[in-house]
């Protein structure tokens, strides 16, 4: 089983819609729960941390389920610009293991 | 620089053909990993450091990749004998201190190995 596992999508979403994905993680012991996003050619850039009570910044909110190991990433009144991958990023002791990501196209 | 700076941001190498890889990280920051990112797919890690101790080297994919970070500082990924399969993006990335801190990324190296 991966280490961190998400549909790769692509989900084609209309402006201003919302949608949310899920990543599963499979280490119980991880700690640390990130979510990155990547655009096309270029370095994947910190979009927000996740905490264990969940935490919102303005259009995207994140929540962590330890009991099930998954993290989830909402995205409310989406614009054309969020279209990119959204990678999910776990902790392994010190290493800090990717997923493949999550491709999000915004559709005009 | 303000961000982790890494150079060449491309590289072309003649398959066997010896090459170097550096990353410069943010200063202060303790931990440096390296990745590997294939088209399409996510970052692979490949090699992580807490200053200059070289503490995971499990996703190195073969004796030929090597890396280095004697002051702490400055790293270097190097690839004896380079082959085709090596060709990716060669993402470096810096944190305060470990895996509980976000980390960030330089702009990568484009490796193609013709």
């Known amino acids: 089983r991966k280490e961190v596992e998400q549909d790769p999508g692509p989900f084609n979403v209309p402006e201003g819609a919302t949608v949310a994905f899920n990543c599963t993680y499979s280490n119980s012991a991880s700690q640390s729960f990130f979510w990155y996003r990547q655009d096309c050619r270029k370095e994947p850039k910190l979009l927000m941390s996740?905490?264990?009570s969940g935490n919102e910044d303005g259009r995207f909110t994140a929540q962590l389920n330890r009991a099930s190991q998954y993290i989830s990433l909402l995205i409310r009144d989406s614009k054309l610009s969020d279209s990119a991958t959204y990678l999910c990023?776990?902790?392994?002791?010190?290493?800090?293991?990717f997923g493949k990501g999550t491709r999000l196209h915004i559709l005009p | 620089g303000a961000g982790v700076s890494q150079s060449p941001r491309y590289k072309v190498a003649k398959r066997g053909q010896d090459v170097a890889l550096r990353c410069d990280p943010i200063s202060g920051h303790v931990s440096l990993f390296w990745y590997q990112q294939a088209l399409g797919q996510g970052p692979e890690f490949l090699t992580y450091?807490?200053?200059?101790?070289?503490?995971?080297k499990s996703g190195l994919p073969s004796d030929r990749f090597f890396a280095e970070r004697p002051e702490g500082s400055v790293s270097t990924l190097k690839i004896q004998r380079t082959q085709q399969e090596d060709s990716a993006v060669y993402l470096c990335?810096?944190?305060?201190?470990?895996?509980?801190?976000?980390?960030?990324f330089g702009q990568g190296t484009r490796l193609t190995v013709v």
């Open positions: 990023v776990v902790n392994d002791e010190d290493k800090i293991i």
């Open positions: 996740v905490y264990s």
């Open positions: 450091f807490q200053n200059e101790a070289q503490l995971d």
């Open positions: 990335a810096s944190s305060l201190e470990g895996a509980y801190f976000a980390a960030f």
